[in-house]
């Protein structure tokens, strides 16, 4: 990677530039620690069986790689960062902080348990969980909360939902914007991002602006955020993306991003099924999105602009597709309806998530091969479409473009 590691890896200015790299999490022992008394808080609605999980993830990977991209993978990168005492030692505090342990004696052990493994281990203990009955603590005295809690098998949770890596972090030009995220099961993704981000040299930090912290309390995610180009970006306004996040956002992307123009924002209806815009809406070529039918008539689309009121001029639209052409300045705009124009597909293969293609290249997108009908329609416009199998990994409701973090594009 030699230039780039020097002016740093980062540069996303579209959704469809030719990906470069990416950064992936392969599904591990994480998802072996789901139960059915946890999965709804957990955000899964089944089992996966991991070691097929495993094999169609390997596919998705290699297809990325056959197009181009340099796979990336953040336990790897964690695992380096790690090897620093001090970064260590700084990581433990954080995820003991973070999974709540107050008892200064539990604290106590559990660090040192977690010190004296080897970088990958604590890697995993920091994605994984830790659970009760790995570590010795016999001697110890018990606290209240110890008593209290001794039935939860669990130190640490684990985050199986790291796998979506689109959610905490997004890079948009050569910056990074690191989510707040707005459930508990998904609190701890972001800090592993964040210490990737300030740690390692490939993301060269002083050449790559942070655009959003994870400690701000407005929740912001990664689904929910398209580069369209360099001039506009869209940012969904959903169940899991607050009005206050995207204005936060949008001040710190007009202040940083010199091109940028407009920032589109769609408000989508708050249920789960469309939990991310990028769950009902993606870019797949130049001038071609592929939509949920009917969508488009439940968003509210605003534009915000460079302006007075505290840096953003907000300008409610009526239409998307007018919004569209408008913004990017191109004279149409096709949105290819997913599930082949039945209701009925259209709903079963959006909740497999049809819609969440991700683009390899302009017109290039690799999809899940179970979604039959909206993979014909994409064909049918034109659109050359990758096919993975999916049957494992889609049951943690998120599709190629979720399970992907584009750290670099080809510029268009
Ligand atoms: N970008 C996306 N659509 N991500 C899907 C994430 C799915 C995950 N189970 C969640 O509920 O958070």
């Known amino acids: 990677m030699g230039d780039e590691t020097q002016r740093g890896l980062l540069n996303i200015t579209s959704e ?12 591990g022992k994480e998802l072996e620690r789901l139960t059915p008394d946890y999965l709804r808080q957990l955000l899964f609605d089944d089992i996966p069986w991991l070691k097929q999980m495993r094999i169609e993830h390997d596919e998705f990977a290699n297809v990325l790689r056959e197009r181009g991209a340099q796979v990336l993978y953040v336990e790897d990168l964690l695992a380096e960062v790690l090897q620093d005492k001090e970064v260590r030692k700084n990581f433990i505090y954080d995820l003991l902080k973070q999974s709540k342990i107050d008892s200064l004696e539990l604290h106590q052990a559990l660090y040192d348990y977690m010190y004296n493994r080897t970088p990958e281990e604590l890697v995993e203990i920091s994605i994984a969980g830790l659970q009760k009955k790995d570590v010795n603590l016999e001697d110890r005295e018990y606290s209240l909360t110890d008593y209290i809690d001794a039935d939860y098998p669990l130190y640490i949770n684990p985050i199986p939902n790291l796998y979506f890596m689109r959610d905490p972090a997004a890079v948009m030009g050569n910056g990074i914007s690191i989510n707040s995220m ?17 740690n390692h040299p490939l993301f060269n930090k002083d050449q790559s602006p942070l655009w959003y912290d994870y400690t701000i309390p407005h929740s912001l995610e990664g689904g929910d955020m398209l580069v369209l180009s360099k001039e506009v970006v869209a940012i969904g306004c959903s169940e899991r993306t607050s009005p206050q996040a995207i204005e936060i956002l949008a001040r710190n992307l007009f202040s940083g991003m010199k091109e940028l123009r407009e920032i589109i924002a769609v408000r989508i209806p708050p249920i789960r099924a469309f939990m991310h815009l990028d769950t009902v809406f993606t870019m797949v070529d130049y001038d071609k999105f592929t939509i949920y039918p009917g969508i488009q008539d439940k968003v509210e689309v605003y534009r915000l602009t460079r302006g007075k009121n505290n840096g953003i001029t907000v300008t409610p639209e009526t239409d998307l597709v007018d ?5 990017l300045r191109i004279p149409s705009v096709k949105l290819i309806e997913s599930g082949g124009g039945d209701a009925i597909t259209a709903a079963r293969e959006q909740w497999n998530d049809s819609t969440n293609t991700l683009a390899i290249a302009p017109g290039v997108v690799v999809t899940y091969s179970r979604n039959e ?3 014909e329609v994409l064909r049918k416009n034109g659109i050359e479409v990758v096919e993975i199998d999916g049957s494992e990994l889609v049951r943690g ?3 190629p473009r979720c ?3 584009p750290l670099c594009r080809e510029e268009l």
């Open 403 to 405: 399970m992907s973090m």
């Open 373 to 375: 009908a909206s993979n």
């Open 323 to 327: 919004t569209l052409k408008k913004s």
């Open 16 to 27: 469809i530039g030719k990906l470069k790299a990416v950064f992936l999490h392969k599904p």
């Open 397 to 399: 409701r998120g599709g």
């Open 182 to 198: 707005h459930t508990d099961a998904r609190r701890r993704e972001p800090m592993l991002i964040k210490y990737i981000y300030e």
